[in-house]
């Protein structure tokens, strides 16, 4: 029997589909995406509202491949135009999804009347309640919250895990695929996010801003790229990286900036060894610190933010 004709063709069973991470903030869906990417795609901190914009990561295999979104996390009361555009960008999940990912922890705190909550009840889209930072739960505490939610939402699996203790993720990820649809890759198998470079750059300086700042300055900073210049130096690869950080109003700039500069050198010494982990390379990092009023209400400075 020739082989090249057995009726199993690799490329006719392959398994492509949309898998839409969405939650409140802080349950630790980026944490889930990066683990199972196996790379630090999504930046994380203890902070809520991290995330910001909808980013892609993406599994290839052989015979499939997962392309998973991690979506900012849930706003119930926004307070700026910003807050908005991250909610559209969480809400657009139920469009365009194949399997669509409900993760929560044990400090979650829903009736069943929220907005989330809603949209999954209506939604055709198959759907896994996983259940986050199980390592942090009492004995009982899991299995009470199950039978919480089987009250709240009817859910196609339940899954419980520790995204970063990797723990019940390879599972998760099993059953991922086994309710993928027959469909050809949509990216080529070497790429593991439709995000460019710069972006990333830009979003590891705002991780550093939310780690090493306090109160409101976080949420009032947005980075941007303005030069990303890749070049060789002595026969290796190098990268000269200009970057604004913009902040909401006048007096937070010399926050920003601290004093004598001792805050954006901290800052950049900080940002540039990780953006030299992410790119494989050394680099020149520059940040200057920009003023743009009110920009989280802005629509036109919003959209030209990528919002």
């Known amino acids: 029997m020739d082989k090249n004709n057995s009726d199993t063709n690799p490329a006719e069973n392959h398994k492509s589909g949309f898998v839409n991470i969405i939650g409140n903030p802080n349950v630790g869906k980026s944490t889930l995406m990066n683990a199972m990417i196996g790379d630090k795609l999504s930046i994380i ?179 941007i790229v303005d030069q990303f210049i890749n070049e060789e130096q002595n026969g290796e690869h190098f990268s000269t990286i200009y970057a604004s950080i913009y902040v909401d109003r006048k007096s937070q700039k010399p926050i920003l900036i601290g004093r004598g500069g001792s805050q954006i050198k901290k800052l950049g010494i900080a940002a540039r060894q990780d953006i030299e982990n992410f790119l494989d390379r050394h680099i020149y990092l520059e940040l200057k610190v920009k003023i743009k009023d009110g920009w989280r209400n802005d629509d036109r400075i919003l959209k030209h933010f990528g919002y």
Request: net charge negative; charged share 30%.
């Open 45 to 223: 901190t203890s902070k809520p509202q991290t995330t910001r914009h909808r980013i892609l990561g993406i599994i290839s295999e052989d015979d499939y491949q997962v392309v998973f979104s991690d979506t900012p996390g849930i706003i119930e009361q926004p307070h700026y135009g910003m807050h908005e555009s991250m909610n559209k960008f969480a809400f657009s999940s139920f469009s365009d999804a194949d399997l669509l990912l409900l993760v929560i922890d044990k400090y979650e705190d829903y009736v069943g009347d929220e907005k989330v909550i809603e949209s999954l009840k209506k939604t055709n889209i198959p759907k896994f309640l996983v259940i986050n930072k199980t390592d942090l739960a009492e004995i009982g505490e899991i299995g009470d919250l199950v039978n919480e939610w089987k009250e709240i939402c009817d859910f196609d699996e339940v899954h419980t895990i520790s995204a970063l203790n990797k723990e019940g993720t390879d599972r998760l990820l099993t059953k991922i695929v086994e309710r993928l649809p027959i469909n050809p890759p949509y990216y080529p198998k070497d790429q593991m996010s439709d995000r460019s470079e710069r972006f990333f750059v830009s979003e590891i300086i705002r991780e550093k801003i939310l780690m090493i700042y306090k109160q409101e300055i976080p949420y009032s900073c947005e980075v």
